[in-house]
């Protein structure tokens, strides 16, 4: 087949999507990859993919500029004619099905990773808008979710029908790159990772360190993401400057390679209130033998076995969470045995093999 994998950065297709292309590389596919240009088309290309340029506003609003965009993806596909279109993030799920449907692409796969901020508290009117594009343009394509709540909203909302809808959880982790390793020496590290934004769970991070070392409890607290200037909900980059100047956190800034990242901690924590799909990071830490602490919502809830290989909180509750990140700090041998049962966990459920083989399955079957 000729497939087109398209997404909103050339990041997102590197770090969570380069497996499936080169799975479907090997077994003699032509792939196109298709995203807005940046510093990762370079190592795309030299692992030899044919990669396009396709501007995508991501934050855009105007109506004149998505309809734009959608005649010029309606012409790229016109001109590929591939056999299968396979999209990711909402843009390119609404943009995509849409321009493939008009272009006579017959065979579309949508990926959609979390229902995000469309589906927050207090968005009425984005959310309407959001799953009015949904109704229109996921017609007669295959979809996949990463949990079954975000599929029970597309089900009940009549978004799609059910025998378009498929439960595959997490884009995979490669359990070779991602492995146990020792935790550093000294204190333990807490680190938090991802877009900078308070549902992410950020303020209750920064007050639960900040009640953990007012107790003299000694242990380190790591940020590591950067801001997000153009949305709302970002933790303003002074805010940063602020908690380091207090000696409550430490901000590591942006980094894509998690592989590294990880092992220098002792414990991720995600706190996180925003609508995820089910979120790498729990996921890479359970293939890096470490335990995490992260919020009893849809996503998470696939990843954490409270009690087994981390602990899960509700939404909001800093004391819940400050009392979970201290059990783990005072109890090296506990996040060891919680570390262990993480990996055993990524390996049956989470690995990308299996990720890539269930993918094909719906490939086969649309």
Sequence with gaps: MKVILFANTDWYIYNYRLPLAQALRARGDDVLLLSPPGRYVELLQKDGFHWESFELARKGTNPFVELATIFQLWQLLQREKPDLLHNFTIKPVLYGSLAARMAGTKNIV????????????????????????????????????????????FLENRLIATNQAH??????????????????????????????????????????????RGEGIQARFVIVGEPYPDNPDSIHPQELVDWQAETVIEAWGWHDDMAEIIPKTSIICLPTTYKEGLPRLLVEAGACGRPVVATDIPGCRLVVRNGENGQMIPPGDVDALTLALKTLILDPELRKKMGARGREIVEQEFSVNRVISRTLDVYNQA
Excluded: C, H, W
């Design 110 to 153: 949508n990926a959609v990773p979390g229902l995000g901020f469309a589906f927050s508290d207090g968005q009425f009117l984005l959310r309407t808008i959001v799953t009015t594009l949904y109704r229109l343009s996921l017609r007669n394509t295959k979809v996949i979710f990463q949990n079954p709540e975000d599929r029970d909203v």
């Design 167 to 212: 439960l595959i959880p997490s884009s995979g982790v490669d359990v070779d790159v991602f492995r146990p390793s020792p935790e550093p020496a000294g204190e333990a590290v807490v680190m938090l990772a991802g877009r900078l934004l308070r549902s992410k769970g950020i303020p209750e991070f920064v007050e639960a360190a900040r009640r953990i």
